[in-house]
């Protein structure tokens, strides 16, 4: 299919074909019109046409032929058409048809084709003029780069949930960077790990609340990664236990600022490598207390959680013109150092009071957040993902 | 009471309300793994666990009741050691 405007008046196109009986055969078959005008010699003979006459439209419908193949071709819809018919067209007249562009409206989609058909002899035997619309081509997904930018920025990376992350994606084929603020030998660690398994991964200390930290972790990332495709924003500190009675505003801002605010920075820091690509995706994790109940002594774990889902339907509208997604992956309680301080009979009750009948596993995430930062999630953005075990259906 | 005591006289009372051999009842025996525990059955077997070690459950504590290693937890937190 050629473009509106690759288009030109005074563009011709020509083809020619000879009328045989078998034709007009065909064509009463088809329409049912058997005129003896069109088929029965004597009685056309004694008419005052002297001799069969094919059809009018048996000739028109040779403009069909040419919109539809040539002039513009495939994707042409024949909007309208005049016809005048000059002369009549016998068996055996050999017909020249042609096609003249004379008007192009690129806003509309729309050209104007002069028509008309000369006989052998070169006599017109009709004239009209036509209006075809160019239709948009069929939608299709546009094809991936070849070879997409394969950095991956974990935060929080050393342990739990973001280690499990981390070697899922390096499985996957990404470069990844492993961030953690403390423990430099379990970053490390992961990182032995993941290269063990024949895998990529960078142990890059920082403190993700702050902006300079995260700027040149960002710089280092792209540096060793050749190139960034994504950030998940895991990090979280232990959850600290507080009835709302002795709790103060600014330790729900300190949480808030830890998670949303770390995310937020990240984001920002990460952006402009995306946005030269027009590429990458961005995953949050989330938690299940968005969804339900809330544990009421967890409020600032719950409020900066809640900042999490927000943070990602926000960004969804504002980074997908740019080709950027942004997700969030919400678990349930999962088996990790995270919940260590979480009574065992609540662990248990959770089991079963859970669909799937067990806690959740670092891995179980970690597969999540694969499958949206993989290719096959490139029209998904916006969305949160449970991985609760159906909790959240009860 | 000591724990193991504590975790044979469940057994025992479990496999007397719900009708099945102690073999049966391993540690991860719930709801979901005796058919015969059903809500008739959770109510007997509750007021069983609550003559057998002198406590009473309050009504959350009866609904949460849904596997041994619950009731394992609910009653030592009830029993002295």
């Known amino acids: 299919m050629r473009d509106i405007k690759e288009f030109a008046v005074g563009e011709k196109a020509r083809l020619s074909h000879l009328i045989t009986l078998e034709d007009t055969r065909r064509f009463v078959e088809l329409t049912g019109d058997d005129n003896p005008l069109h088929v029965d010699r004597e009685w056309a003979e004694r008419s005052a046409m002297k001799g069969i006459v094919t059809h009018g439209m048996l000739s028109a419908s040779f403009l069909s032929t040419i919109i539809g193949k040539n002039l513009p071709g495939p994707g042409a819809l024949w909007v309208s058409q ?49 209006l075809v619309k160019l239709l948009a081509k069929p939608a299709t997904a546009e094809a991936a780069p070849a070879a ?9 990376a050393s342990r739990g949930i973001g280690a499990a992350i981390a070697r899922k994606l390096a499985a996957d084929g990404a470069a990844v960077i ?31 609340t702050d902006r300079a930290q995260v700027a040149a972790m960002v710089e280092e990332a792209q540096a060793r990664a050749g190139g960034l495709y994504g950030l998940v924003n895991n990090a979280s500190e ?29 984001i920002k820091a990460i952006l402009p490598h995306l946005q030269a690509r027009k590429q990458g995706a961005i995953v949050n994790i989330g938690s299940i207390v968005a969804d339900q109940a809330p544990p009421p002594t967890w409020i600032p774990y719950n409020i900066a959680k809640a900042g999490m889902h ?77 991985v609760n075990g159906g909790k959240t259906l009860l | 009471m000591d724990t193991i005591t504590i975790h044979n006289t469940i057994i025992e009372v479990m496999a007397a309300i719900l009708d099945v051999s102690r073999d049966q009842i391993g540690d991860d025996a719930s709801m979901d793994t005796i058919k015969a525990w059903d809500s008739l059955k959770h109510m007997k077997l509750v007021m069983t666990l609550e003559q057998e070690f002198g406590i009473e459950f309050d009504d959350q504590e009866v609904v949460d009741l849904l596997s041994l290693r619950l009731i394992e937890l609910a009653v030592r937190a009830k029993v002295p050691a």
């Open chain 1, 82 to 130: 005049n016809i005048e018919f000059l002369a009549p067209v016998r068996l055996n007249d050999k017909l020249e048809i042609e096609a003249e562009i004379v008007e192009i409206h690129v806003r509309q989609r729309l050209l104007k084709l002069r028509c008309q058909i000369t006989n052998q002899r070169g006599r017109q035997v009709l004239t009209g003029e036509c």
């Open chain 1, 148 to 156: 997409p930018p394969r950095g991956i920025i974990v935060t929080g």
């Open chain 1, 178 to 208: 492993v961030n953690y603020r403390r423990d430099a030998e379990a970053a490390a660690s992961v990182c032995r790990q993941i290269a063990d398994a024949g895998g990529q991964a960078w142990a890059i200390r920082a403190d993700i």
């Open chain 1, 238 to 266: 232990p959850i600290a236990e507080r009835d709302f009675a002795a709790l103060e505003w600014d330790e729900v801002m300190a949480e808030f600022q830890s998670q949303v605010g770390s995310a937020f920075g990240c």
């Open chain 1, 310 to 386: 927000a943070l990602t339907r926000n960004l969804a509208e504002v980074l997908g013109p740019g080709g950027i997604r942004i997700n969030t992956v919400s678990p349930g309680m999962t088996d990790t150092a995270l919940i260590a301080d979480v009574p065992e009979k609540v662990r248990l009750l959770t089991q079963m009071h859970t669909p799937l009948r067990r806690l959740g596993s670092p891995e179980d995430v970690a597969g999540v957040v694969a499958f949206l930062m993989s290719e096959a999630a490139r029209h998904v953005t916006g969305e949160t993902l449970r």
